[in-house]
């Protein structure tokens, strides 16, 4: 079976992200994937061309004022079954451009493709939703969408899209764009965090239980994901085959200021703080992103250096001393193991970064490395003046 949106199978995806089993058939809102990330840019024409060169993706359709959209701009860029839609306002009464004097660089909708837009829709309404747009069709000469869209955290949204009649690029009002193929870096989105306001995690874990039959896959609370200075809780829900997965955090009480705190700060109010991205060659896509000028969270030589690290993960695809060289983190679990590594925040504001994943039978999100991973955070948040 091959992914609908570009050549990456079933089995590659069950490699990347690991998905698992699942009847389609009881679910009361059927997810097949996430369809894209749209973003809110402060100028959309450089953002698509960072992106293409940073993280070696390719620009596969456009809309603007050439194509008949005289407020805005919008580039689709793909890499392997991951899409990157960038949107920006042309005019200076554009709403984006409303929405990024509030928020900055950052994620808008968290779009999800579904097989029945309309069953979707009825069943959030049913479970207390707000619809943003009711079910209604696009067409062109390629055929037509149907699309919806309900409201999640902040001023986040999840667009519901049926694209079974469609051939086109992307939708209707959208003209193909080809840039040539470069070495693709990453194959597919693994997960979307999202940071919400504190006591606000669990309303909205079961806002994803109810309105979107979405079931808990992790819980990280506690010394879990404490350092000495911040604090933070973790509840990861998935879809139904884990194609979809949405770990959800908020700031826990602590000496100092958390990282969620520091993106609620500047955010201004929920949304999405990361996006992991899967890849299959870890080293290879930190190597080429290094190049081109993406800056990495520092690991200390202690991390690589401690015997019980060697004694936990046992045998690994890459050498301990390759992972030291690149600064990449390690961990396993009951079910394999897994390699990490996070970006700096990619904007002016320090919101928006982004996670590269290597899955090797690990079902997880590197648990053993929370510790090391957050130090490294605070370290930069104290070099801002935010710790």
């Known amino acids: 079976m091959t992914n609908a949106l570009d050549d990456v199978d079933y089995d590659q995806l069950r490699q990347l992200v690991g998905l698992v089993e699942h009847d389609e058939t009881a679910d009361p809102f059927p997810v097949k ?3 894209a990330v749209v ?84 069943h959030a309404r049913a479970q207390g939703a707000t619809i943003l747009e009711e079910p209604h069709d696009v067409s062109d000469e390629h055929g037509t969408v149907r699309r919806a869209a309900i409201a999640t955290y902040g001023e986040t949204r999840h ?34 965090v999202g940071n919400v306001e504190l006591g606000r995690m669990d309303y909205w874990v079961d806002w994803y239980h109810r309105v979107m039959g979405f079931t808990n896959m992790a819980e990280f609370v506690g010394d879990d994901i404490a350092t000495e200075y911040s604090a933070l809780m973790s509840k990861v829900v998935a879809n139904g085959n884990h194609r979809v997965k949405f770990p ?24 999405c703080q990361h996006i992991a991205l899967a890849t299959n060659d870890i080293v290879g896509t930190v190597t080429a992103m290094r190049a081109a000028g993406v800056e ?13 690290l060697r004694a936990r993960i046992g045998e690994v695809r890459v050498p301990i001393e390759t992972l030291k060289e690149h600064r990449i983190l390690v961990d396993r679990d009951e079910d394999g193991y897994l390699l990490q590594i996070f970006t700096k925040p990619v904007g002016d504001r320090p ?26 955070i605070e370290r930069e948040q104290e070099r801002r003046g935010n710790l």
């Open 33 to 35: 994937s996430l369809d």
């Open 39 to 122: 973003f809110i840019a402060g100028n959309a024409t450089q953002t698509a061309w960072y992106y293409q060169h940073a993280f070696g993706m390719r620009l596969v359709a456009y809309a603007g004022p050439e194509t008949g959209q005289p407020d805005h701009k919008a580039f689709v860029l793909k890499s392997g079954s991951a899409r990157f839609v960038i949107t920006g306002g042309v005019r200076p009464d554009s709403p984006l451009l409303d929405h990024h004097r509030r928020h900055g660089d950052g994620v808008v909708d968290l779009a999800l493709e579904v097989s029945d837009v309309d069953k979707c829709v009825a």
């Open 159 to 192: 667009s519901l899209v049926d694209r079974s009649r469609y051939t086109g690029p992307y939708l209707p009002g959208f003209q193909a764009r080809e840039t040539p193929r470069r070495k693709r870096l990453f194959q597919a989105v693994d997960h979307c």
């Open 248 to 271: 959800l955090n908020e700031p826990a009480i602590a000496k100092k200021k958390s990282q969620i705190d520091e993106y609620l700060e500047f955010y201004g109010g929920a949304g």
């Open 296 to 308: 990495f969270l520092d690991t200390p030589d202690s991390y690589y250096d401690d015997p019980e």
């Open 351 to 376: 919101t928006v970064f982004y996670e590269l994943i290597e899955r090797h039978g690990s079902l997880g999100f590197g648990k053993g490395n929370f510790k090391a991973l957050f130090e490294a």
